[in-house]
Each structure stands twice: as C-alpha cells, then as structure tokens.
C-alpha cells in the first residue's frame, strides 16, 4: 500500500526512503531544487512533492532568491528523531558491550585453562539423544 502524500508529523515524513534521501542530501549544505533532481535522479514533481511534506513538518526550510527556492535542513525539527533514535543506540551499545564482556571472560578463562562449559553443555545435549 502506497504512502500518504502528505503527513503531519516528523516520524511519518521520515518513514519516506526518498524523503530520508533527500534529507541526507541536505544536511551539509542548501540546495535548489534543481540540484536535488539532478543530484538523486528523481522527477522534478516527485522532489517538489516530498520537499513540501518536509516543509509543512517543519524538517527543512525555504529561501527564496529571485525565481529559485533554495532548501536546507532544520537542525531543531531534526532534534527529537535523534533523541529518540538516540534511547536506542544507548540500548544497542550496552548490549553489545555485554556479548563482549561475556566472550572476553570465555576467551579469559579458556586461556588460563578452565572448562569451557558452553560446549560441554552441546556434549550433554547431544549425549541426551541416544
């Protein structure tokens, strides 16, 4: 099912993969419009259409020069995904530190000569099934 051309918060706009593009896109400097459809090869309509969802969010901002609309990112708009994306990374970081720890004490305890139980325990399961 297609997604709604239009949305009204920050979260929906960015559920867009060529909206997200087009972000990325903007996030180191300002850039016609133009730009951005040579840039991604995307249809001038189909740029305008996105730009204007990130528009009415508030994630990016317009200024006009003479006939030329030149867009660029709004950091503040962009503030609560990164802090929301940012609970996650804290999650992923203190898991990944875990499975870390936890094979830097088997890797430990298998050089300073102790079992290794993890597969003694494979043994005994395998060992079950006869």
């Known amino acids: ?3 709604a051309t239009t949305t009204s918060d920050v979260f929906n706009a960015v559920a867009e993969p060529r909206r997200r593009e087009i972000l990325n896109y903007l996030a180191l400097q300002e850039r016609p419009v133009g730009e951005i459809v040579d ?5 001038q ?28 990112t709004n950091a503040e708009a962009i503030r609560p ?10 999650f ?5 530190s875990r ?3 936890r094979a830097e004490r088997k890797s430990n305890a298998s050089k300073e000569g102790e079992p290794d139980f993890s597969s003694r325990r494979k ?7 006869n």
């Open 92 to 96: 992923w970081r203190h898991q990944l």
């Open 45 to 72: 309509p189909s740029v305008s259409k996105h730009l204007r969802v990130l528009l009415e969010v508030g994630l990016v901002d317009v200024r006009r020069d003479g006939r030329r609309m030149f867009y660029r």
């Open 1 to 3: 099912m297609a997604r």
């Open 123 to 129: 043994h005994d399961l395998d060992s079950s099934k």
């Open 99 to 101: 499975v870390k720890e």
């Open 81 to 90: 995904l990164h802090e929301w994306t940012e609970t996650f990374e804290r």
């Open 39 to 43: 840039s991604l090869g995307l249809a």
